[in-house]
């Protein structure tokens, strides 16, 4: 599986950006695709996850209520629309794709496949 992120940008705080992460070389059905972010200096953290087959979703504290991820089956895409943005979600965002489980999903661990990670920078 190949993942290309995309949609990063700088932006003030209250901003939104919708992220993309297009998947190519298989189908995704079976897999999870989770979105994780990772700040200078900081561990890669888990933001949000979503079943290619059911559209199950999970959020990470921090953004429930905030962001929100979806998929189109047509296009082999997944999204995250971020809204209210603040500086504190500042970082690289990835996408990757594993058979995960609603116990491991946010491991980083978890994941086989991941993106090069799309820079979001929210300035005060």
């Known amino acids: 599986v190949q993942l290309q992120a995309s949609g990063g940008g700088l932006v003030q705080a209250g901003d939104s950006l919708r992220l993309a992460c297009a998947a190519s070389?298989?189908?995704?059905?079976?897999?999870?695709i989770g979105w994780f972010r990772q700040a200078p200096g900081k561990e890669r953290e888990f933001v949000s996850v979503?079943?290619?087959?059911?559209?199950?979703?999970y959020y990470a504290d921090s953004v429930k209520g905030r962001f929100t991820v979806s998929r189109d089956n047509a296009k082999n895409t997944v999204y995250l629309q971020m809204n209210s943005l603040n500086p504190e979600d500042t970082a690289v965002y990835h996408c990757?794709?594993?058979?995960?489980?609603?116990?491991?999903?946010?491991?980083?661990?978890?994941?086989?496949?991941w993106g090069q990670g799309t820079l979001v920078t929210v300035s005060s």
């Open positions: 979503i079943w290619w087959s059911g559209g199950v979703t």
């Open positions: 990757a794709v594993g058979q995960i489980t609603s116990y491991n999903h946010r491991l980083p661990r978890s994941y086989d496949y």
């Open positions: 070389g298989r189908t995704l059905s079976g897999y999870g």
